[in-house]
């Protein structure tokens, strides 16, 4: 995510140099387009030196773009370091289940539940609508995680715009993604649905606390 | 604060990609290729079952494991 911040910091940089650059030529132009103030327009066709500039100049700024662009991309799909938990987010019409299965002793599952979005009606006074859930995905801070992600039924998206991940949860295959966040707290998700008539938008709520894992908040 | 350590499957050279489906599915023969190897007790194939059961939804490995009792598993065990 910060990989991501970055990026943006480096590209609205460009955006701002062009939009003032372009801005202050139109202005210019309109300007100083006034029939009293200057009653003969210039008619200027060519310009060697700056029809040059005016090509190389644009197409060097998307070369400065491209350069960071690329490296984010190609270094997101690196994992570095190992994870230290597994989560398996899988989806369903409509709702999702989360599965914890580091530790367990044998093929049935250790901690598994499922997660659904809470119903208008039953949300209480400054709860989001549409974005908060029934039982949440607990996970400790500061940890590499790595998120499975699957589909039972139909394709569907699991995604945290606050940490920057977006996959898709197809039947039939395991999407990895690796997180690790930086602060505590409850970070909320939204599926967009691919498939289906209706639009429903699924909500996942992620808890992160430090040491959850242990009891201690 | 407790030191927990915390252990899951590791990050497979051989599966560098977004698409895990075939670490999990490897894991999975893996583990019964050890066991059919070195027999139902033995202590060594414990690593691999701890491997498959982190990466695979138990869907899966349950669907596998009723193919595999009635000999219908699709893969080289």
């Known amino acids: ?38 009653p003969i327009p210039q008619r200027i066709v060519h310009g060697t030196t700056i029809e040059i500039l005016r090509t190389i100049f644009p197409s060097i700024i998307p070369m400065f773009i491209a350069i960071p662009s690329f490296a984010l991309l190609y ?82 998206s699991w995604a945290v715009p606050s940490l920057g991940v977006k996959c898709d949860a197809v039947p039939g295959r395991l999407n990895q993604i690796s997180i690790s966040v930086q602060r505590e707290g409850v970070y909320y998700g939204e599926g967009s649905l691919t498939y289906g008539f209706q639009a429903w938008r699924e909500a996942k709520g992620l808890d992160f606390t430090y040491d959850q894992i242990s009891g201690q908040q | 604060m407790a030191d927990i350590d915390l252990k899951t499957a590791p990050a497979d050279f051989r599966f560098p990609t977004t698409n895990q489906t075939r670490h999990c599915f490897t894991r999975y023969i893996e583990f019964h290729r050890c066991i059919a190897a070195k027999g139902e007790e033995s202590g060594d194939c414990e690593k691999f079952a701890k491997y498959y059961r982190s990466l695979c939804p138990g869907e899966w490995v349950d669907k596998w494991n009723e193919q595999r009792e009635s000999g219908n598993f699709p893969g080289p065990l």
């Open chain 1, 75 to 156: 270094s997101m799909d690196e994992v570095v370091v190992d994870p230290a938990i597994t989560i398996k987010a899988i989806g369903h019409q409509w709702y999702r289940t989360y599965e914890y299965s580091d530790y367990n002793s044998s093929d049935e599952q250790s901690l598994t539940f499922d997660s659904y979005t809470i119903p208008e009606d039953d949300l209480e006074l400054g709860q989001s609508r549409l974005l908060e859930v029934d039982n949440r995905v607990v996970v400790p801070a500061k940890t590499h995680l790595r998120i499975l992600v699957t589909s039972a039924d139909v394709p569907h």
């Open chain 1, 1 to 38: 995510m910060q990989g991501i911040i970055d990026l943006h910091h480096d590209i609205f940089f460009f955006l701002i140099l062009i939009l003032v650059f372009v801005s202050r030529i139109l202005v210019r132009a309109l300007w100083h387009f006034h029939y009293q103030k200057n």
